[in-house]
T-cell receptor, first 112, second 114 residues
C-alpha cells in the first residue's frame, strides 16, 4: 500500500516570504511524485513532478520541489510567495499504472 | 480546446435518486478517471478507463457505475444516491498511463444528497 502525508492543514505566509509546503510519502519501489494546485472553484492543475534524475525539480509559476529519498519527502517551495499563490495544494504519488494517491491537501494563505 | 468538461456544476439529489455525471474531453486522451474530493482526504479514485470499452475500479467504487463507449466521454452513474456520496466529483484525463503523463482535471461537480 502507498500513502502520502501532508502534515499541515494550512500554511500562512506573508507576501514576499519563502513558501514551503511539506509532503512525505510511503511507497514500495521507486516513487513517482507530483504536486497539483487547486484554485477556488476550479479543478486541479499540474505543477511539477519527479520521475528520476535531479532531486530538485522546477515547475510552473516559480515553484520547485526537492526529492529526498532518505527522508521520503517531496516538499514544495517557492522563494517569494505571491497573494495569487493562495490555493489548495496536493501532493500525490503514483501507483501501478496511472492511479495516483493524493495527500489530504494543504491550504496556503499568502497575506499582503 | 475545451479540455475536460463536466456537467452539471451543482446538483442536489434526494436519497435513493439516481443520476449521471457527465465528463467529456477533446484532447483524444486514452486514460480517463473519476475522483471524489472530501475535506481532509484529498482525492480518491472511484473508477478509471484506459480506453474505449475498458473500465476498472479504483479505491472507492461502491455505489457508482461507469462505461466508456467513446474515447471522448466517461459518464459516472450514481445508482441510488446516499448522503455519504455528498462530495465534489472530478473527472480527469491523460494521454496514457504512467508517470510520464500529467492528468488534466475538469472543473468539478458539487453534489449534495439529502
Amino acid at each position: 500500500a502507498q500513502s502520502v502525508a501532508q502534515p499541515e492543514d494550512q500554511v500562512n505566509v506573508a507576501e514576499g516570504n519563502p513558501l514551503t509546503v511539506k509532503c512525505t510519502y510511503s511507497v514500495s519501489g521507486n516513487p513517482y511524485l507530483f504536486w497539483y494546485v487547486q484554485y477556488p472553484n476550479r479543478g486541479l492543475q499540474f505543477l511539477l513532478k519527479y520521475i528520476t534524475g535531479d532531486n530538485l525539480v522546477k515547475g510552473s509559476y516559480g515553484f520547485e520541489a526537492e526529492f529526498n529519498k532518505s527522508q521520503t519527502s517531496f516538499h514544495l517551495k517557492k522563494p517569494s510567495a505571491l497573494v495569487s499563490d493562495s490555493a489548495l495544494y496536493f501532493c500525490a504519488v503514483e501507483a501501478a499504472g496511472n492511479k495516483l494517491t493524493f495527500g489530504g491537501g494543504t491550504r496556503v494563505l499568502v497575506k499582503p | 480546446n475545451a479540455g475536460v468538461t463536466q456537467t452539471p456544476k451543482f446538483q442536489v439529489l434526494k436519497t435513493g435518486q439516481s443520476m449521471t455525471l457527465q465528463c467529456a474531453q477533446d484532447m483524444n486522451h486514452e486514460y480517463m478517471s473519476w475522483y471524489r474530493q472530501d475535506p481532509g482526504m484529498g482525492l480518491r479514485l472511484i473508477h478509471y478507463s484506459v480506453g474505449a470499452g475498458i473500465t476498472d475500479q479504483g479505491e472507492v467504487p461502491n455505489g457508482y457505475n461507469v462505461s466508456r463507449s467513446t474515447t471522448e466521454d466517461f459518464p459516472l452513474r450514481l445508482l441510488s444516491a446516499a448522503p455519504s456520496q455528498t462530495s465534489v466529483y472530478f473527472c480527469a484525463s491523460s494521454p496514457g498511463q504512467g508517470a510520464s503523463y500529467e492528468q488534466y482535471f475538469g472543473p468539478g461537480t458539487r453534489l449534495t444528497v439529502t
